[in-house]
């Protein structure tokens, strides 16, 4: 059972470009999270996402940036016109269901995308 | 607003000693709480979880506890060796579906 993976593992973009970052979440799980660390800072929440549907988006900039989860394949964390500042790590992690106080499951991350804005 | 934080920042201990790494959360109410371990480079791995209502879990060489009251858990690690060497998170989740992390404590055992 393959792990949440991500790809790429890094991305190079210039400043104006476009980043598409994937995650295609645990077989059987349908709830994907993406997760911010900037360099010597904590990872931050940015968005969580249930199949085609975006149930918390409250750790996402206002602008340029958008993420998506369709029916069918990865969910996209899509980053408009880059500046230096979005130079991070973006991480992803899926649980196969919504946590509650009664649940054991752990969540479970990906590599991460290592993006890069020159 | 929920923080969580942890000390210390970093931690040198020789191979075979036994340690201990802090986190602290200020608000009280939370689902859970999480340790992972972090790589240079790689990802996480989780490494306990242990619910609002439980004091410690156990896994091999690590042991986790709890304190909900006093807003406090640890990560013990017996026996220390130099594959243990990488970065080790605090997560608690305060409901709503998200993880609050610290910052990490950056550990390196020497052989």
């Known amino acids: 059972n393959a792990g949440v993976m991500q790809n790429p593992r890094h991305l190079v973009r210039r400043r104006g470009q476009e980043a598409r970052l994937r995650c295609s979440p645990m077989k059987g799980h349908s709830h994907v999270y993406w997760y911010r660390q900037l360099p010597e800072e904590g990872l931050k929440f940015m968005v969580y996402l249930q199949k085609e549907n975006i149930i918390d988006e409250s750790g996402m900039p206002k602008e340029r940036f958008s993420a998506e989860f369709p029916k069918e394949g990865p969910s996209i964390l899509r980053i408009q016109q880059v500046v230096r500042g979005d130079s991070a790590a973006y991480f992803c992690?899926?649980?196969?269901?919504?946590?509650?106080?009664?649940?054991?499951?752990?969540?479970?991350f990906g590599n991460g995308t290592r993006l890069t804005v020159t | 607003k929920q923080e969580v934080t942890q000390i210390p920042a970093a931690l040198s201990v020789p191979e075979g000693e036994n340690l201990v790494l802090n986190c602290s959360f200020t608000?009280?109410?939370?689902?859970?709480l999480q340790w992972f371990r972090q790589d240079p480079g790689k990802g996480l791995t989780s490494l306990l979880l242990i619910q609002s209502s439980q004091r410690e879990q156990t896994s091999g060489r690590l042991n986790a506890s709890l304190d909900k009251s006093s807003g406090r858990s640890t990560l013990y690690i017996a026996a220390s060796q130099p594959g243990d060497s990488a970065t080790y998170l605090c997560?608690?989740?305060?409901?709503?579906?998200?993880?609050?992390f610290g910052q990490g404590t950056r550990l390196t055992i020497n052989p």
């Open positions: 608000d009280s109410a939370i689902y859970n």
């Open positions: 997560a608690v989740s305060p409901g709503a579906q998200k993880l609050v």
């Open positions: 992690a899926s649980s196969p269901r919504t946590w509650s106080s009664d649940t054991n499951s752990p969540l479970h």
